[in-house]
Each structure stands twice: as C-alpha cells, then as structure tokens.
C-alpha cells in the first residue's frame, strides 16, 4: 500500500493531485529543481472532508488534469475557506470552465468560485489555436510560447477573461486577444490559474518554468522558516 501522509508542522506548500492520474508529479518534480521551503502531495481525496484547516500552508498548487468532475462541492468550499484566509493558490487544469459552465457539466456548483476566486470569467470551450503565449514582460510567462499536445481526446484549452479589477491575463491564444490564463491579487489572496494541465506540454521544462515563476510571484515576500 501507497500512501502519503502531510503533517502541519513545517510543510509550507501543498499539491494536490486532483488529476487522478499521478500529474501532481509534474508540479513536485518541478518543485525539487528549486523550492527552498517544505512541500507535501495528497491526492484530491484529501480535500473532500468538509472544514478541513488549511490556514497552515504557504500555498497549495491545484493539478486538476483532466479530471471529471473538475470540482467536488467540498473541495470548493475548503479552498474558498483557504483563500479567504489570506492563502495562496496555483492551480492548472483542462476544462475546468467548460465543466463548470457548459450544459451537462458536473462542476456548476463552482461559477462563483471561477467568478471570484479565479477572478475570471468564461467565455468558451476552445479558443482557437492550440499554440498559447505569455505576455510580454509578465513575470510568469513573460513571451514563453505554450504548445498544447494530444495526451487528451480533446485538447481544446478554455477561453475566459478577467473578471474583476484584481486580475491580470497572462497567457493569450497565438498572439491574442482572446485569454487562457490569468493572475489576481486582491489584497488578501493571490491566485495563479492556467487554463491548460501542465501534463499537455512536451517539454517539461516549460512546465518547470511555469511552475518556477508562479510559486515565486504567489509567495513573494513571504519568509519561510524551517524548524
């Protein structure tokens, strides 16, 4: 038997593989290149009690995968709970948006969490190119060009928008304008959210790069101790 357990004492990031496929992986492998600081893994199953205390992490990076459901109820609730608290969240996953917004989707309990803890608002299943690019000068994807592979049937990243005034897009479909990915800051939580799984690139260093700059920019500032 296999299993993970994470403690509270001295662990300052959390991933959660909400894939259900082992991609949480990509983010912890990315982590070993250059995190300083404690991280533990837990499958998504970890979060699905209701009222779990994640006050205690840094921040959690969220694998989504492919999942389906994208979100189960109580996993929602506790990450609003965590970000209400001042937390700090990565998250990466395929049609997250279209499984929360589309008809027949099993995540529609979720708009408002998209809404106002993603900070974005969504527009459509496919965006119309499978070549993604980051912005010029943004201090995650900064012109990193973003080629999206067929491990899925349907590779179709979601097309959203930025929904409030905390929020800043960061990846762009081909040369734009139409948006994939975003970042909020909203004076108490920091959000980093891609609308691709990290396991769609290739070339996993574009998926360190990523993983690198986000975790630096949601933690900025942030002293983590060691005991």
């Known amino acids: 038997i296999t299993f993970n357990v994470v ?14 496929e082992g991609y949480g992986s990509i983010i912890s492998n990315s982590l070993d290149g250059f995190y300083e600081g404690r991280y533990g893994v837990v499958s998504r199953a970890a979060l699905q009690p209701a009222g779990i205390d994640l006050s205690y992490f840094t921040m959690i990076a969220w694998a989504g995968g492919n999942s389906n459901p994208a979100f189960y109820s109580e996993e929602v609730e506790n990450l609003q709970d965590y970000l209400d608290g001042g937390g700090n969240l990565l998250l990466a ?3 997250l948006g279209s499984d929360i917004f589309e008809a027949g989707g099993q995540s529609q309990f979720a708009q408002s969490f998209f809404n106002n803890y993603l900070h974005s608002s969504y527009i459509a299943d496919f965006g119309g190119s499978y070549i993604l690019t980051g912005f010029a000068g943004d201090p ?3 012109g990193t060009v973003i080629p999206l592979n067929s491990v899925y049937a349907t ?7 930025v929904f409030d005034a905390f929020t800043t897009p960061i990846v762009q479909f081909g040369t734009g304008p ?4 975003v970042r909020a800051d909203n004076g108490n939580h920091k959000v980093v959210y891609f609308g691709f799984a990290l396991e769609q690139f290739n070339d996993l260093t574009i998926a360190d790069t990523l993983v690198k700059r986000s975790v630096q920019w949601l933690t900025e500032g942030i002293v983590l101790d060691n005991p």
């Open 155 to 161: 590779r179709s990243p979601d097309e959203i928008s």
């Open 178 to 181: 139409k948006i994939n990915s």
């Open 93 to 95: 996953a395929h049609n």
């Open 140 to 142: 995650i994807t900064d």
């Open 7 to 20: 403690t509270n004492t001295g662990v300052h990031l959390l991933v959660v593989d909400a894939s259900e």
